[in-house]
């Protein structure tokens, strides 16, 4: 069974992946933007989001999710 600590480990693990992506995506130029665009933005604020939850999960203890 699945606990909230172990699910929110797993969300952070995957909310810093896609934050590490967008900076790499931004590092390497790929996109027409000049600076950071809209949906970088997006995805940088949506994964951060998802990060605040993970911590949140984590923090819920060993119950089942």
Known sequence: MVTKRQLGIAVIC???LGIAGVMVVHV???GQW?????LQRIGVGLASGALVVGCVLVSL???PA
Request: hydrophobic content about 35%; cysteine-free; proline content about 7%.
């Open 14 to 16: 995957l909310s810093v």
């Open 28 to 30: 390497l130029g790929l």
């Open 61 to 63: 203890g060993d119950r």
């Open 34 to 38: 000049s600076g950071f665009g809209p």
